[in-house]
């Protein structure tokens, strides 16, 4: 056995540091606690209370083991429990702090950061309470022998703590000056100079943005989404596959812009820049001698920040109608060395309240959210003609069953917002993840085939085809009956028949009228969405015989990858101020629409078609009656992407079918009298 002198020498050694080090950790401990805010002076505060917290672990453990092997086989049950657990409790706030430094606190895991402030708690009051025995399970003689009960900790314990708090507090501020007088990070004016205020006073115009200080913001506050991957890769990884990071670089994007920068010069991107690529927008690139294909703005679109950054909806007719604020910073924000970029990190990771906060406002859950790029308009200054209205698709939403705002309702009558449908959880490992582990995901799935196939990123492709598919829109045929239909001429007791509807067929030689309805089942808005002047959906309408053979067709696709031209389209033809289609989408010449076919939320569109059998067809009919939906018309896709050979993928969104008997029509004879 080890010597008992030599035990409590070291144990002597110890404990005097152990508990000035223990104190100076609870105090800090409670200081950042229960003091709100993020200053710098507190941020330090945390950073010194992990100091301390490691150094406490690395003495502790030495201590308690040293502790154990000096005092085993005392018989003093009282004394010996309380120091058990006092030393169990200690080494559990130990490991929870050691998790939280490490992997950092996240909702699906806040108990082990509730349990680490509990346990800081119950580890001093069971340490009192040790001690306390302690000094009650002294001897006489030993209390008369040895005034001072605890030798360990003679000489001067609150002289050396008094010290060691003050030597901290001093190193919390001189760090804090220190920090002040560091050279700033960010230079929060426009990127071009001088700026090109060429729609009035307010910078941002005709985009409706605004900013919390009223003026620009360096593009580093807004991009740099590689940032947020460092902590939220899986997100991260989403998103750079979703339509939301390609919405600047997206090919067909950048033939319009760059068509709007020649045509109303380069302040007029900001239209549509808003949207597309807010940190052109807000960094004050998009002004004369700007540039759109900057880095950083052109391979972000729409940045985390972007989304993350708004705080506050101005209001819901959209073209960028929020207002940016960035969050609160943490030590070295935006710094671009390893060390502070490592130090700037672990403060999130040890007290992420204010990030959340910042980053996961209200807001964010909110549809109006959505409506700042989801709606839009166009006005006078803008377009020198007049305020028009175009896409809004919350509005769309507003007016349907999913918004729990209108009279009408499906079965299940639980309101829906976009987030639901474009941003659904799934199970995920993110420190954004729920107490079930559930996150939610960024890949925003839409109706958008055309970039992924022309990115060639299938998966996000598949995904898209998915989400079309998963009984969005139903189609169905009216199966026709004829009121003067009869099998045979034998009476039949009418209780066996169990239809009253009359069986459907036709003769050789007639002429069919079919009916087909499509139903916006559920689709939160109008369907189709969005661009609809660009977007293509249509029925396909197909008969054939018995045989296979062609009886008639609408709805094809030519040779030439164009859907024929007498097919049943949903979607919009925007006309110019003297008629003209606007088929480019150069919208700034667009002052309203000569046709218009959507759905909306919970409708039906109904149509027909007529064909004549001909007399030689072998029965029965087949007919089937598809809807089809294609991003991007064929025209607008091979100038935009300035390639005549692109074929976009078609999504067949729904399909149904129908047999049709033929019958042969018997010969009239007449009755001779």
Known sequence: MSDPNNLMTAERNLAKPLAVLTIALVISGYFSLFLPGLSVVEQWTYLLHLLLGILVTLLLVPYIMIHFLRTLGLRRPWLSFSGLFSALAFLALAGSGIYIAVEGQSEALYWIFSGHVWLATITLILLALHIVFHALSLSDRRKKNEPNRFPSLSGGLFKITSHLVMAGTLLVLLTTGLYQIRVKPFKDTSAIKPYDYAYGSHPFRPAQTETSTGGFFDAKRLGNSERCATCHLEIAQQWKASIHAQAGSDKTYQTNIKLLSEKKGMAATRYCEGCHAPVALLSGQLSKGGKLDTPGHLQEGVSCMSCHGIDRVEHVKGVASYRFKPPEPYLFEGSQQALPTFVHNLLIR??????????????????????????????????????????????????????????????????????????PFELGKDPSANQDGFIKTHFTIGANTAIPSVTQNQAQLERTR???????????????????????????????????????????????????????????????GGTTDINEAWIQFLVKDGQGRKIYE??????????????????????????????????FNMVGDSFKRIIPPGETDITSYSFKIPDDVKGPLIISASLNYRKLNNRYAKWALKDDKVELPVVEMAVASLLLPIKIKPEVTAIEP
């Open 466 to 528: 998915g989400f079309l598919r998963a009984d969005q829109m139903r189609i169905s045929i009216d199966r026709p009956n004829r009121p003067d239909a009869t099998e045979n001429n034998q009476h039949i007791d009418p209780k066996l028949i169990k239809s009253t509807e009359a069986p459907g067929y036709f003769y050789l030689g007639e002429t069919v009228n079919i009916k087909v309805a499509v139903t916006n089942v559920q689709v939160g808005h109008a369907f189709p």
């Open 554 to 587: 609408s709805g094809y696709l030519k040779q030439d990858n164009n859907v024929e031209d007498n097919a049943y389209f949903y979607k919009s033809i925007p006309i110019d101020r003297i008629g003209n289609a606007v088929w480019r989408h150069d919208l």
């Open 350 to 423: 040890l007290k992420p309240e204010q990030h959340k906060a910042d980053l996961s406002r209200q807001v964010l859950s909110t549809p109006e959210l959505c409506a700042t790029c989801h709606a839009q308009f166009m006005d006078k200054d803008f377009n020198d003609w007049g305020w028009v209205k175009m896409q809004d698709d919350y509005s769309a939403w507003l007016n349907s069953p999913y918004s729990g705002q209108t009279q009408q309702a499906f079965a299940n009558g639980r309101p829906r917002r976009c987030q639901d449908c474009h941003f």
